[in-house]
């Protein structure tokens, strides 16, 4: 996973706004919240899991830009230091 690859999944962690903000326009336009209580509370919890969901997904994503980091910036130095003994040895 690459850092270009990450902000698709940052922008995605933004759909739960929108999620609210259609939760927000149902219950302003058609919902009586003492009938509709129970589904209303029922989306309210899915809507925090897949809030969770899609943040775990970001930050496991976040660990493989940081590790694939790591590791070229380790085959920079390992390249360099190649370089420079062969400079030497020249």
Do not use: P, Y
């Not at 910036?73 to 020249?90: D, P």
Request: proline residues 0%.
């Amino acid at each position: 996973m690459i850092v270009n690859d990450l902000e698709d999944k940052i922008m995605k962690v933004w759909c739960t706004s929108d999620d609210i903000d259609l939760l927000l326009n149902w219950i302003s336009d058609e919902v009586d919240v003492e009938d509709d209580e129970d589904e209303l509370m029922n989306l309210l919890i899915g809507i925090k899991s897949l809030h969770h969901h899609r943040c775990h997904a970001l930050f496991k994503d976040f660990e493989k830009v940081l590790a694939n980091s790591k590791k070229t910036e380790e085959s920079a130095v390992v390249a360099l230091a190649n370089a420079a003994a062969a400079e030497q040895l020249a």
